[in-house]
Structure formats: structure tokens, C-alpha cells
């Protein structure tokens, strides 16, 4: 079934021509009639379609390698176009036109899942993977794709993070002192204060080390700006809920601070600090994107900032919270690639003629009687698969499959137990899990015939969506099974 994401693509198709801005879905595929998307001119209008696409691609390619996407110009029932394959990184991107030479054009590529989905474990992993901002140029007009809270995870926690750092530190002071300190200004006192016999009020510009009272203020005035957008939105589950509640505890800590939004001269002074670093720059950032009313591109229907976010780490972390919240029950220890805890190095002889130098499992699960590997795989494999059934699916697919199939079973020799479980863990939509759940079929197990160890591999459907408890009952399965 469409998403409801492709359906509004579908229906606001003339919009977008005129913006110069698509719409597509990550890990998909797409014909993109050029005369549509780029228009032609002169008398072989489809000719001049055509070259403006191969100079799209042209001048955009590493920006369209860096967000996983390929383009080549092709023809469909002798219409030309380009055929596009996006990747698993969403977000937006602009495009340089093939006739201006500018940015007129944009990309915005959406998760294959709904956004409520993706929000939802957004919060459940603790917003360990938040979109990354993009130092390149705005997209053109856009259309409301990207649900508020998208901007608002990022601004928050890098404000939260801004204040942590921002305790006390140097910021530039002036005022008036009884003696001379810092730098003087010697023509406001002789013309201001000798002239009104206030010799003792001398205006002096200095640093010193105390709060940043001002910074405190934009800070304040920022997050109630942000917590009130997201009061202002539609519901998107709990996602906002929780960062609502951190916009809440952050306005608690800056209680002591009027709201109030800097002035051009402190956000010029923030900007040239001295002692600035990446959590600071970024701080100033966020208040930046807030009092100029900036958001991310896809999200208004102004310019709007460049943005990505990799579904593959994002979907790497739901499995590790997912396993967390597992082992937390059965008494099993939880590691993670993320946290460079499940590194094996392979050691080659001689060292020079080797390749990979080690391989790095996903998240991995021990106990004394098991050892479970989980190898997320954001892909549509598992879908095909059932859909289709295993012979029914294309030969590309069953490829890709069956070097996953390897990499897992290469996991298996790793851990020396008892019980070795090594797991491919796909995604699917929730309305989608809940049918493989009331037919048992979200696990899947095959025994491998290795002697006296008893090792499985499996496929593991998990919900891109809903509560972490539903999500964590078949992987708890395997490890009660084993137990008992």
C-alpha cells in the first residue's frame, strides 16, 4: 500500500514543478520525466529536456552521492528522464539548476515509513541519532513534508548542550567602575562624565568570568519559541510529549533569566568568541534558525536549511534499545557497534596480504548459556520475501540476501557458547508487524548442523513504530527458550 507520504507527492505534482523541489521516498526507485521536472525549450523541446537532466546530474553528483542517491538520464516510452535509486539517508538537499548555474532546485527524501513511526522511536532510543544540519546552501521552496519536531529535536538538545557548557565562562563586561579596568573608553568619560562631574564612573570594557546573562535570555527565549511550536502542531505522539518535557526542564534551569532574543550586536560577539567551540557554534546556530524563523527544508514553505538523516544508524539504534530493554529482563550483557564494544580484529598472515581488518557485529547479547548476535539490515528483503515467498523474489534481492546470510553465519564462529543465536533484523510498519505477530511469524530459525554447538541463524521483523514492549517480545523469546 502507498505510503501517505507518496500520495500527497502524487497529488501536489504540479506545485513541485514550479518549485523546483521533488519528493521521494527512501530505498526506492523513480522516473522522473525531465520535461516535467526541468522544462525544455526550442524547437525539440525533449533534446533540451533531455540535456538539462544530464547537466543536473552533472553538476549535483556528490551532492546526490553524499545523500545515497544515483541518477542517470534515461528514456521511458521515448520521454526523457531521470531514473533514480535512492539510499537509506533521508533528508533535503539543494540542486544546482542546469540553467542558472544556482540552487533552484531541491530534493527531499522521506522515510518509507510514516513520520509518526520514526518520531516515535526517535524518543524511545533516547534521541541518540538526531538529523544533521548541512553547511551548504538552502533549498528553494518546499512543501510541508517534515513535521516540526524534526528541526526541534536538533535545536533542542544542542541548546541543552549549549547550556551545560555555558555555566560560567569569559564574556566581554561593560560598565562603569570607580578605577580604570580593561579597555577605556577616554572619549565617552571626558565627554559624558567629566562634563557632569562624574569622574568616578568610568566606562570600561572587560573580560570577565561569570554567566552569560544574556546568553541565558536567548537561550530561555528560544526554547519557549520552540516548546510553543510544538504545542502549535498537529500530534505526533511521543515524540513531542518528551521533547516538550525537555523543553519544559530547560526553561525550569533558566528560570533565573528573563526570555528575551539577543541583539545583533551580542549575536556578533557570540559568533567572533574566542572561546568558542563545536557546542557553542552550534548552540548560536539553533537561536540563529529560531529568531530568523528558519526550518528545515520540506518543512515550510520558505527557503529551508539543508538536512539528512542516515535511516540505517537511526534503525541500528532502535535494535539496541530494543535489546537493552530485553537484556535488562533476562540478565544478558548488551554491547554495541556504536559504542566500539563488539570490534573483532582478524588476524591476517602475512599481515600485508590481508583486507578487512576486523568485523564489527551490530549489537551482541551474552549470557553464561547464550550468545545472540543482531545484524540490522534496513532493507526490504523481509518483505519481499514474505510477500513473494523465497523463489518468487527477484535474483537481486536473493543476492543481497544471501551475503547477509553469510555475514551472519561469519558472526556465528565469533562467541564460544553454548547456544550461538545470530539474527538479520529487518524493519516493517506496524500494521504490517501486528499481522506477522497474530500468525507467529516475526521470527523465523533455521538450526545450523555444526557438531556438538548448537547455532541458529534467523530473521527478525521488528515495528519501525510504537512501544519498545511489543517490539522486544519475539527477542525474548529466544533468550527465555534458552534459559528454560
Known sequence: MRSRALRHYERRQAARVESGTRLLLDSTRHFIPARDWLGGTGS?????????????????????????????VGRQRGEPGLRVHTGTRVGAIPLRSPVTGRSDFGLVVAPRFEWSGVGDLLATTGFRVLPELLPIDELPQSERHVPPWVLASVVLHR????????????????????????AVDWQRYALTKVTSARMLEVPCRFPDLRDDEELRSAIHW?????????????????????????AERLIARLAGSPPKPPTLRARQAWRNHPFGGRVFAEGIDAI??????????????????????????????????????????????????????????????????GSQGSVVPDVVMQRDDIAVVLDAKYKQHAQEIQRLGWFETSGRTREQHRADLLQALAYSTLFD????????????????????????????????????????????????????????????????????
Do not use: H
Open 44 to 72: 525539440d523541446a525533449r533534446a533540451n529536456a533531455e540535456k538539462r537532466a544530464e547537466d543536473l546530474v552533472r553538476l549535483n553528483r556528490g551532492l546526490l552521492e553524499n545523500m545515497q542517491v544515483s541518477a542517470e
Open 288 to 353: 540563529d534558525w529560531t529568531l530568523d524563523e528558519r526550518g528545515l527544508a520540506g518543512l515550510s514553505d520558505l527557503a529551508g536549511l539543508a538536512w539528512r538523516l542516515d535511516m540505517e544508524v537511526f534503525f541500528e539504534a532502535w535494535v539496541e534499545s530494543i535489546a537493552a530493554w530485553v537484556g535488562r529482563r533476562v540478565g544478558a550483557t548488551v554491547r554495541s557497534a556504536r559504542a566500539e564494544q563488539t570490534r573483532v580484529a582478524l588476524d591476517w598472515s602475512p599481515r600485508f596480504a
Open 159 to 182: 541548546l541543552e548542550q549549549l547550556l551545560a557548557s555555558t555555566a560560567r565562562r569569559f564574556v566581554t563586561v561593560e560598565e562603569d567602575r570607580l578605577a580604570p579596568r580593561g
Open 417 to 484: 557458547a553454548p547456544r550461538v543465536v545470530t539474527l538479520l533484523v529487518y524493519p516493517c510498519a506496524v500494521d504490517e508487524w501486528r499481522r506477522l505477530a497474530e500468525n507467529g511469524r516475526t521470527l523465523a530459525l533455521a538450526r545450523v548442523r555444526t557438531g556438538p554447538r548448537n547455532v541458529e541463524v534467523g530473521l527478525l521483523a521488528v515495528p519501525l513504530g510504537g512501544g519498545v514492549e511489543q517490539a522486544a517480545e519475539p527477542l525474548s523469546r529466544v533468550l527465555s527458550s534458552s534459559a528454560a
Open 222 to 246: 528560544t526554547v519557549r519559541r520552540q516548546r510553543d511550536a510544538l504545542l502549535a502542531a498537529p500530534a505526533a505522539g511521543r515524540v513531542v510529549n518528551e521533547l516538550v518535557r525537555l
